[in-house]
């Protein structure tokens, strides 16, 4: 018997489908998972897998994608999971054709009439008894993602499919549901929100005991449509009552997502979750300046450090409190210390750059990105000498370091130090060009766009010119961050493409709006989308902001 889980990245299916492995082994079944802990049993299909991943290949085209992620599976059906059919009763399978499929037709575009004929050559006319299809709303597997980087940080690359953008996650999850719909005697479909795992182990082992014994599946409970939200203030309540639920249920999850909230509501839980989720909690805090803000890192020092340092952003980074932070970890923590002091130029910066050069030389480095001036391009030259000169730029640390510090620099220099990263590193080279209109930028930009436009498009945050709408107008049906390079915005052009984007992006349009939620234009735009949208948690927290920030301008007034 072969069962398969599917999902988007982050949809919890992995998890899943080890523990419901597990359990099947429990009832005495021989079971094979040819994914056991989240690694591929074929060597040749876990090479296939990390080549795909690496955005050093940018350049790989939709129809050699769908090309490779063929032969990772097909490796691994023919090596690993046939065999396996013979010899156990049931045998697992973390993904299978139907990735590559959703990938290459909702994800990329590529007609049904060019991608299933690869894909029945590979299966060989061999389809799974069972399809579970893990079904997570994108935000909520983005967070997931997310939380797993923040408590259990792992070195390495971004991922080429990320450059895509959050928008291919949502064309990937409606291409499976769609998959499922065509075939509902063979897929299932799990809603992983709201549903302990425990819930979701026993459901799937009894669909496939009952599948083994020749019995249909039970019938599944769908969850009433939550009642319609009218007002910012009813979003917020909402928001509220959700936080309760997942501190209960799944606390990880309530801390992410009082991130960058504020008022007392949230300090209260943010209080309440600091002991068992040190790190996520700090990771909230940034940008924060308030009094309560700075005693809540003090006391997370010791358990939560890094994400302490990385909270020193934006009004918080230079204020005096940080620089008492740093000093208190500087010997603990000097790499995170370091990249706290990016774009800093401030005397007080140069001074702890000094002090960090030989304990963490490299984030030194990368914390000069947007800094000019012989000062910050001798240390760069210094570093860049003792790493091994020129040539270290063709390895791929060096390489990424180099375009985080000449980030938003548009001098020969910076020119120079991006032609010898690319072939390494075309995604971080993409990132340097952060804020630049010289031609040459918008010339690298336009040759790449198509194919990391989440990377080009965040290269232009609040720049207002010609050819940056012009990319946004072309890209923005597919790619959500097109909103978040608007933020605060308030022209003709930026809520045009606000009113043009806002039902295929809610969470974004909201988000983008920034201040401008609290003007009688925001609200409304925001209530109209609550109204279609009372699902949707990125959409409620971000109308929840815009009512801490009316309940605190009311405060304010009437003091």
Known sequence: ??????????????????RVADELRRAGLSVRHVREGGTLASPVSEALRRFTRDPAHLALTPTAELLLYAAREVQLFEEVTRPALTAHEVVITDRFFYTAEVLARWGRGLPESAVRPVLDVCSRGLVPDRVFLMDVLPALARARRRISKIVSPKPGTPSRKGLAGTGLQVRLRAGYRALAAECPERWTLLENAGVPLEVLVQQVVQDILQARGGTAPSARVLRPAPPPVRTVEEARARFLHQLDVWMDEEPPLAAYFLSGMTGADMLERRTRLAEHHPELVAHGLAGFTDEASWRLRWKLLESAPVEVLRSLTDAAQDAPEAWELRERLITQAPLEVAKSLGGLDTEQSWWMRERLSFSAWEAVVGSLAGLEGDRAWTE?????????????????????????????????????????????????VLRSLAGLTSPRSWELRDQHVSRAPRAVLGTFDGLDHPRAWMLRESFGAQCEEVLDSIFGMDGPSAWGLRTALADTWPTATVRSLGPLLNTPRGRSLTERLLAANPHDVGLLRQAARGAADTFLGALDASA
């Open 1 to 18: 018997m072969l069962i398969v889980f599917e999902g988007i990245d982050g949809s919890g299916k992995t998890t899943l489908s080890n």
């Open 380 to 428: 760069r030259q210094r570093w860049l000498t003792g790493s091994g000169g020129e040539d270290a730029l063709g390895l791929e640390p060096v390489a990424r370091t180099a375009c985080r510090s000449i980030r938003g620099l548009d001098d020969s220099m910076a020119w120079a130090w991006r032609e010898r990263a690319w072939s390494i590193a075309p995604d971080a």
